[in-house]
């Protein structure tokens, strides 16, 4: 919410305001809160609410387009690699789970939504810090409402796509993606609530840019190009260049803001700076190695390439899963009393391992 200086002048009035000098307790005294503020507070929430359904209704309209359904199965890796691993499955292995995910048609789904806002809001970031360049300079205390708006937009994207993970993906993937959003979400908060460091979640944002490439590499992979076709080498090289400006170079820039300006400031002014930087800081750090790593930048022994016979297992698998999910849907649509006779799924799977080794 956009916060009303004692001079009262509101953030309503489309004007920046700089609120370095206001105490925190001022600010958060909510019993004398004007009614400005209380409205200011509640149009904040309510951007938040339709940002939240706009990108809800947007994954189920990318499901609906692509593959015909609104809805996927919640898939559990920890229980699919004790399942394969106790079957001595090659598909179990970490490196092609992450390369072929039993989960597909809902990856897809998500990067898809993932990237869309990745490309609004890095834009409108780079927008914000070119045409607003007082917050640079102030990078605490500085406000503008164009600005503020795109920590709502961005806060209900995040709410999104943190349900989404939680409903459909059991993963060591998704407990990292848990934590940089807890991280940037613990951020909108703390900028929302004081009326604080507005400048240092912009930069932050900026870092959505290499997300645009990030996601595209990521679909690129789920669509199984091949890495050394020239699509993917477009885009694996624009994702390492912008992951080394917007990623490391802007955490670094943050860094260094960190030790030369914030230190010197009140200690509730450096605690959620020091716990955000660093946590980007290093989780864009152990990012930009991973991805340089699967894309053969540190030899080919690191670079991510699982095995045909894996690959093909794993592809076993995930149709047996999509043919169990779409039995399952049919049975729900079976009258009571109408008995249906059905192939046994394990001779489901023999068939196709017969067949593929025909092929």
Not at 131 to 142: A, E, P, R
Request: aromatic share 14%; net charge neutral; proline share 3%.
């Amino acid at each position: 919410f956009r916060v009303v200086s004692p001079g009262g002048r509101s953030g309503s009035d489309r004007m920046a305001t700089n609120l370095s000098d206001i105490s925190i307790s001022t600010r958060l005294n909510f019993t004398e809160w004007s009614k400005d503020q209380w409205k200011d507070f509640g149009e904040g929430c309510l951007y938040v609410v339709l940002s939240f359904a706009f990108f809800r209704i947007l994954q189920y309209i990318v499901r609906w387009y692509l593959f015909g359904k609104c809805y996927f199965r919640t898939f559990s890796y920890f229980a699919f690699r004790r399942r394969a691993g106790s079957e001595r499955n090659p598909a179990a292995d970490s490196t092609t789970l992450s390369a072929i995910p039993p989960n597909k048609k809902w990856r897809i789904c998500n990067e898809i939504v993932s990237l869309i806002h990745a490309a609004v809001s890095g834009l409108w970031a780079a927008y914000s810090i070119g045409f607003y360049q007082d917050i640079v300079k102030d990078m605490i205390g500085y406000r503008h409402p164009v600005i503020v708006n795109l920590i709502f937009v961005s806060t209900g994207y995040l709410l999104h796509d943190l349900l989404d993970l939680l409903i459909n993906e059991r993963s060591e993937r998704v407990i990292e993606l848990l934590f940089h959003h807890v991280v940037v979400l613990t951020a909108f908060a703390t900028t929302q609530v004081t009326g604080l460091f507005l400048g240092v979640v912009i930069f932050g944002l900026l870092m959505e840019l290499n997300s645009v490439f990030l996601h595209s590499r990521s679909l690129l992979n789920l669509y199984g190009y091949d890495k050394k076709s020239t699509p993917f080498k477009m885009i694996a090289l624009l994702n390492m260049v912008t992951l080394l400006v917007f990623r490391l170079g802007v955490s670094l820039y943050l860094m260094y803001w960190l030790f030369i300006d914030c230190f010197s400031r009140a200690w509730y002014f450096i605690l959620p700076c020091f716990f955000v930087i660093v946590s980007l800081f290093c989780t864009n750090t152990v990012l930009a190695y991973r991805v340089a790593a699967a894309d053969g930048w540190f030899g080919k022994k690191r670079a991510r390439q699982p095995s045909q016979s894996a690959a093909t297992e794993n592809t076993a698998v995930v149709e047996e899963e999509e043919d169990r999910s779409s039995d399952d849907e049919e049975e729900e649509d079976i009258p009571n009393g109408v008995s249906v006779t059905r192939p046994d799924d394990q001779q489901l799977v023999a068939n196709r391992h017969s067949t593929t080794i025909a092929a």
